[in-house]
């Protein structure tokens, strides 16, 4: 899975002359939390909720709010903007991104390759990419197996599944700490469930659960 498959590729971005109020307005009205700073087609900083915070006066100031607003209308992104940011390419795996994300606490990555930025990776778009991956909000059966970590199970599920020539959409493994494997299938179609669930134990599979699932937009 490469960041360049889940990123968002249209980007809402600033100039470092851009003004904090400004900015501001910007992040309420899109309903954002960061945006890139971009000045001649290159990345050169990154301003947060947290940064333009900061650049606001203290409500303990003195100032008047005519005051607070001539400056927040003075102060230009560039005085106040990260200019030391976090950037991942577009051919990375999303593990990378999200590896980057924990290890800097930071909730976006701006997508960069020669210098030039094609999109961004945030939290939002991880989230989003591990629904698609699992299967979530896909009309079907999710069947939930717990079995042994040997070679062949999988294959011995896929085999089954086939047999009564089902389509599987999507397919999860998950280690437990035990030594078993808790693997998860998304199957396309309305089916049996009694009778699949008695075909795979049948087969010595345990099921932890089947159920039908519902379409969901994500």
């Given at each position: 899975m490469a960041v360049k498959d889940f990123m968002t590729r249209k980007v809402v971005y600033i100039s470092p002359?851009?003004?904090?109020?400004?900015?501001?307005?910007i992040m309420?009205?899109?309903g954002l939390h960061r945006l890139p700073v971009i000045e001649n087609d290159k990345l050169v900083g990154l301003v947060t909720e947290g940064t333009i915070a900061e650049a606001s006066p203290s409500k303990a100031t003195?100032?008047?709010?005519?005051e607070m607003n001539y400056l927040l209308n003075k102060t230009k992104i560039k005085d106040v903007m990260i200019r030391k940011v976090i950037t991942v390419s577009q051919y990375a795996s999303l593990e990378d991104a999200i590896y980057l994300m924990l290890k800097n606490k930071v909730g976006i990555l701006p997508v960069v390759d020669n210098e030039q930025v094609y999109g961004v990776i945030t939290d939002r778009d991880i989230f989003k990419a591990f629904l698609e991956v699992s299967g979530y909000g896909e009309e079907g059966v999710r069947a939930r197996f717990v079995t042994e970590d040997e070679v062949g199970v999988l294959e011995h599920i896929i085999r089954l599944l086939v047999e009564e020539n089902l389509n599987i959409s999507n397919t999860v493994n998950i280690p437990r700490k035990d030594g078993k494997v808790v693997i998860e299938v998304q199957i396309d179609g309305k089916v049996d469930l009694e009778a699949l669930k008695k075909k795979f134990e049948d087969n010595q599979i345990h099921v932890d659960s089947i159920v039908h699932t519902e379409a969901k937009a994500l």
């Open positions: 002359d851009t003004t904090v109020a400004h900015a501001a307005d309420r009205e899109q003195s100032l008047s709010i005519y």
